[in-house]
Nanobody, 127 residues
Framework: QVQLVESGGGLVQAGGSLRLSCAAS????????MGWFRQAPGKEREFVAV????????DYGDSVKGRFTISRDNAKNTAYLQMNSLKPEDTAVYYC????????????????????WGQGTQVTVTS
């Protein structure tokens, strides 16, 4: 069982930055790929970024490439999402998720592939 707790959300003006953190419980954090997703009101949950268990593979959703950076610190059981050049359309609840690695350095991007989810943190970007 893995519990995930997001933090770092808030209100920011367009062009600003925020860093989200996802703290995981348990000793097996390094065996999970970690993903970030977001969901705006009335929309489906959207893939944002993922980092493999080793940190060696990373992928981003098209809408955030070049602006967001995902990272992880396995010693601290924490994943991060650095968000720069924020836009009003980035407004959403942001969720972190953990994917228990079955093989290889997998970087899944579909919500159905993930095993555990956090409760989410609200990010609001004003124009």
């Amino acid at each position: 069982q893995v519990q995930l707790v997001e933090s770092g959300g808030g209100l920011v003006q367009a062009g600003g930055s925020l860093r989200l953190s996802c703290a995981a419980s348990g000793r097996t954090f390094s065996t999970y790929a970690m993903g970030w997703f977001r969901q705006a009101p009335g929309k489906e949950r959207e893939f944002v970024a993922v980092i493999s268990w080793s940190g060696g593979r990373i992928d981003y959703g098209d809408s955030v490439k070049g602006r967001f950076t995902i990272s992880r610190d396995n010693a601290k059981n924490t994943a991060y999402l650095q968000m720069n050049s924020l836009k009003p359309e980035d407004t959403a609840v942001y969720y972190c998720a953990a994917y228990r690695v079955r093989f290889g350095d997998t970087v899944p991007s579909r919500t159905s592939e993930y095993d555990y989810w956090g409760q989410g943190t609200q990010v609001t970007v004003t124009s």
